[in-house]
Structure formats: structure tokens, C-alpha cells
């Protein structure tokens, strides 16, 4: 039961092109922000379709295939554990961080990648 302490499983697309850079001590990262939907029926019978934004944070070698392979829009699947922080900024107020830090990544394909070619069109 140890391997389902803290795992978080998502599939979503990307919000944003995905940020690499490198720490001071020389430790690459890469963060993006990865798109859920849901849906549901309200009280009243409607189709209420709900989207929720997560902070993704991949480190190392899976920053570099993150940030060399994935671009917004695209659809990935996503493992990994929540962790919380917190700093002060400028003005000394206290912000509060909630993210994802990657153990895995699958590329999925797009919907655009998935269009075949009408296998009677002449070139």
C-alpha cells in the first residue's frame, strides 16, 4: 500500500507552452499547467462541464523530455505526487503553492493527430 500514498494520476491538456530552466545548483526543471475537464448533471438535469487547472512541476531528465516534446494544447497523461509549499513575496505576503512534481509522462495524441487521411485522395 506504500505505492498509493500520495500519487496523483491525471490526463489533461497543456495551458501553456511548458518553462524549463536551471537551478543555482544546476538542477534543470520544467513547468506547465495541465487542463482537467469533468462533467456532471446539476440538480436541475443540465450538463454542467467543469475545468480545473494544476501546477506541474517535472525535474531532471524528465524536465528535458518535457520541455522538448510537450507544447500547449497537447493531451498527456501524467503521474506523480502533490506537494505544498509556501513563500513570501516582494511586499511580504505569504502565497500559498500547490503542485504536481512528475514520476512519469505519456505523450498522447491530439485530436489533430488522430485525423486519417481519406485513403482516396490522390497526392
Given at each position: 500500500?506504500?505505492?498509493?500514498?500520495?500519487?496523483?494520476?491525471?490526463?489533461?491538456?497543456?495551458?501553456?507552452?511548458?518553462?524549463?530552466?536551471?537551478?543555482?545548483?544546476?538542477?534543470?526543471?520544467?513547468?506547465?499547467?495541465?487542463?482537467?475537464?469533468?462533467?456532471?448533471?446539476?440538480?436541475?438535469?443540465?450538463?454542467?462541464?467543469?475545468?480545473?487547472?494544476?501546477?506541474?512541476?517535472?525535474?531532471?531528465?524528465?524536465?528535458?523530455?518535457?520541455?522538448?516534446?510537450?507544447?500547449?494544447?497537447?493531451?498527456?497523461?501524467?503521474?506523480?505526487?502533490?506537494?505544498?509549499?509556501?513563500?513570501?513575496?516582494?511586499?511580504?505576503?505569504?502565497?500559498?503553492?500547490?503542485?504536481?512534481?512528475?514520476?512519469?509522462?505519456?505523450?498522447?495524441?491530439?485530436?489533430?493527430?488522430?485525423?486519417?487521411?481519406?485513403p482516396e485522395k490522390e497526392e
Amino acid at each position: 500500500m506504500n505505492s498509493l500514498k500520495n500519487r496523483v494520476t491525471l490526463i489533461g491538456n497543456l495551458g501553456q507552452d511548458p518553462e524549463t530552466k536551471t537551478t543555482e545548483t544546476g538542477k534543470k526543471f520544467t513547468h506547465f499547467t495541465l487542463a482537467t475537464k469533468d462533467g456532471y448533471k446539476n440538480a436541475d438535469g443540465q450538463k454542467v462541464s467543469e475545468t480545473t487547472w494544476h501546477n506541474i512541476v517535472a525535474w531532471n531528465g524528465i524536465a528535458e523530455i518535457a520541455g522538448k516534446y510537450l507544447k500547449k494544447g497537447k493531451e498527456v497523461a501524467v503521474e506523480g505526487r502533490i506537494v505544498y509549499r509556501t513563500y513570501e513575496d516582494k511586499a511580504g505576503v505569504t502565497k500559498y503553492i500547490t503542485e504536481i512534481v512528475l514520476n512519469d509522462l505519456i505523450l498522447l495524441r491530439s485530436a489533430k493527430d488522430q485525423v486519417k487521411e481519406d485513403p482516396e485522395k490522390e497526392e
